[in-house]
């Protein structure tokens, strides 16, 4: 296993979130987290890469304890996009994309052309090559997320951690992103997990998918064991139907009205 | 590309300090010419033999008084500018200024006490003034950070807020001593507050030196972290920073470098926040070009500023209190400019 998260317990101040959470994932596997709000989801990848400290548990990347590590060795095996990153000072595309190598460098050395490689493949791989001059906070939302991921794959990583990445984007740009993420998962080999909020997306690209409840793993398996209607009326409360993605063949939710439920008594 | 931009902005602002610090060298009461200035300079070098054709009295007022005041000022321009164009990067705000952790008002404490209560003994030619002004400026910043920790972590919120409280209680007992006091400690206080460099001599400037080296080398090495942490503590610690560790260097820099300054030219206000603020529109945001940039720029900024103090009208005016003048509105000018849409 390349990721493992044993008996995890992790939370804010005195209120645990996570308590006695285990997870292992994989080389290669792209997982998708889902869950309603407040589930942990968001406390599970910080604690997986290495934002919030766990009050007891261990996370091991490759066998080895992530606090155990420099902060800069685990930046080079793991990136993290986040939902919103703030950018109020005006950095170039480029400029913000080479940031990713900073786990790379020694502090007396400049740049080398492995570094301008890497920044380069990782503007290429994302489609943002073209936006390399552009001030980052001159960009759309659909833009700007696409040069967070060139960002994330500047590191070289071999996890991705997506948190939330198509929260505030456009349908057209929610599946740009997610294809992306899918071709770098499956060209690559790269690790990715990916919170998402939307449960049709996450079936259709993910591997396997997570469902969180109150910090606990309700169901874990592939989006069709995952994703039924029984699971996500347990966790969330939801009357749905799931269907069938007339393309892919994953598992489809479609939202049924909550008035119609209370009228009818048909939940 | 920026990188390049950067780099010649460096460069000739270098340049430009050099020129301004001879010409500065050259203003007061007994003018001396550019060129014997530097003549003068040369005659010091050892092995260059030149034949003394400057007047002997010129180049006593030279060494002895202009020089060490020229270059007191810039080395306090460098440090508050990079005080500040750090501060602004490490708290994510365009307005943030060195003395904002409460560090000038507990170096403004310290130096009353010395006024009011402790007369005058001296060190090492340094009086107690600076040397109390020095101590209650790092004082009131250990007060904030201690104040402001939770845990292992040290929120940037908490500090701005106790900076403001411990800024403003320093200030009121700065009052209550002025309010006590003879009157002339406290003409003594109220003039050592406006910030001047009248006193600058040598010994000073080698009281000066080590910190200044010591925060403005540390401020240079972490440029790369600041640039990181634009993008949000969480992000920066993704990229491999660590966060709490970097805010530490900083702080204790930044606060090295504006207690020192205090503690030998009084206040100077302005500086520190104007000066970031007008590099960054001529070399973008990228903290490696910012920084060295915004010190060579403010040390330009301070020996212009005082040469104006002492020369403009007979009797000199503090250079705080001219930069201060000119700061206010130029600095009201440059957010008008920001706060205006790009294209208007």
């Known amino acids: ?267 | 590309m920026r990188a390049a931009r950067g780099r010649r902005v460096i460069l000739i602002s270098a340049i430009l300090l050099l020129v301004t610090l001879v010409l500065a060298a050259g203003v007061g009461a007994v003018p001396i010419a550019p060129s014997e200035a530097v003549r003068i300079l040369f005659s010091r070098v050892p092995g260059l033999h030149l034949t003394p054709t400057w007047d002997e009295m010129n180049a006593v007022i030279f060494w002895q008084i202009r020089l060490p005041r020229v270059v007191m000022g810039a080395l306090v321009g460098m440090a508050l500018s990079l005080a500040g164009g750090a501060y602004q990067g490490l708290f994510k705000n365009p307005l943030a200024d060195p003395s904002m952790l409460g560090v000038s008002s507990g170096a403004a404490l310290g130096g009353a006490v010395a006024i009011a209560f402790l007369g005058h003994w001296q060190i090492k030619g340094v009086g107690t003034l600076p040397l109390f002004a020095f101590l209650g400026g790092i004082a009131a910043v250990t007060l904030v950070y201690r104040l402001a920790a939770v845990g292992r972590r040290v929120p940037v919120v908490g500090l701005l807020l106790a900076g403001v409280a411990v800024g403003s209680f320093s200030i009121s007992l700065v009052s209550l001593i002025l309010y006590m006091t003879n009157q002339q400690a406290r003409d003594a206080i109220v003039f050592w507050m406006m910030g001047g460099l009248g006193g600058a001599n040598w010994e000073k400037v080698a009281w000066l030196l080590p910190y200044l080296t010591l925060g403005i080398g540390t401020l240079l090495l972490y440029g790369r972290e600041l640039n990181a942490l634009l993008l949000g503590e969480e992000s920066a610690l993704h990229l491999g920073v660590d966060v709490e560790y970097l805010k530490k260097m900083i702080l204790v820099a930044g606060t090295l470098l504006t207690a020192a300054s205090v503690a030998f030219a009084g206040t100077i206000g302005f500086v520190g926040l104007v000066v970031p603020h007008l590099v960054r529109f001529l070399v973008g945001p990228d903290h490696r070009y910012l920084l060295p940039a915004a010190g060579v720029v403010g040390a330009i900024v301070v020996v212009g500023a005082d040469t104006l103090a002492r020369s403009l009208v007979a009797t000199e005016i503090p250079v705080g209190l001219v930069m201060a003048i000119l700061g206010g509105p130029f600095f009201l000018w440059l957010l008008r400019r920001k706060l205006k849409p790009a294209d208007a």
């Open chain 1, 1 to 267: 296993m390349y990721l493992n998260v044993g008996n995890l317990r992790c939370g804010y101040g005195a209120r645990m979130v996570l308590d006695g959470f285990s997870l292992s994932l994989r080389k290669g596997e792209f997982l998708a987290v889902v869950g309603p709000n407040g589930c942990g989801k968001s406390t599970l990848v910080k604690a997986i890469s290495r934002a919030l400290r766990p009050a007891a548990g261990t996370v091991s990347l490759a066998g080895r304890d992530i606090w155990r590590m420099k902060p800069r060795e685990l930046a080079r095996q793991v990136a993290v996009v986040a939902q919103e990153t703030g950018v109020e000072f005006d950095f170039t595309v480029e400029e913000l994309v080479a940031m990713g190598r900073l786990p790379y460098l020694s502090r007396f050395r400049r740049e080398t052309e492995a570094d301008d490689l890497a920044v380069r493949r990782a503007l290429e791989a994302t489609n943002t090559l073209g936006l390399a001059d552009r001030l980052v906070t001159g960009l759309s939302g659909g833009e700007r997320q696409r040069v967070m991921v060139a960002r994330a794959l500047a590191q070289e990583p071999e996890l991705l951690i997506l948190d939330e990445p198509t929260a505030h984007l456009d349908i057209a740009h929610q599946v740009e992103l997610l294809d992306l993420t899918r071709r770098l998962n499956r060209e690559r080999g790269l690790t990715v997990i990916a919170v998402l909020h939307d449960l049709n997306l996450a079936a259709q690209y993910a591997g396997s998918m997570l469902m969180l409840k109150d910090g606990r793993r309700f169901a874990e398996g592939s989006p069709v064991q995952v994703v039924t209607e029984a699971n996500v009326a347990a966790v969330y409360g939801s009357r749905v139907r799931v269907s069938s993605h007339p393309e892919e063949g994953s598992p489809h939710v479609i939202l049924l009205s909550g008035e119609r439920c209370r009228d009818e008594r048909a939940c």
